[in-house]
């Protein structure tokens, strides 16, 4: 198998990854594809670390309700 990847800065706020995979073993002819990167300003977690980890979301959800009643709280305390 060949891979190419290629990055590509296409504006200040993304880069484009394009990458043409040749494997005349598995395919009949090489192909490509594309995907847009766009920056963020938030937390960036690897893939890999949470490909499987089914409790990632009740774990953010638990942290956004703690968040959410610390800020109710805080707006009773100020009346």
């Given at each position: 198998?060949?891979?190419i990847e290629r990055f590509t800065r296409v504006d200040p706020d993304t880069i484009?990854?394009?990458?043409t995979v040749d494997d005349p073993t598995a395919f009949?002819?090489?192909w490509t594809g594309e995907a847009?990167?766009?920056k963020t300003t938030g937390t960036?977690?690897?893939y890999a670390c949470h490909e499987g980890n089914y409790a990632m979301t009740n774990i953010l959800s638990g942290a956004r309700a703690e968040e959410k009643?610390?800020?109710?709280?805080a707006?009773?305390?100020?009346r």
């Open positions: 198998m060949h891979l484009l990854y394009r990458f009949t002819r090489s847009p990167m766009t960036i977690y690897e009643a610390i800020d109710e709280a707006k009773k305390g100020s």
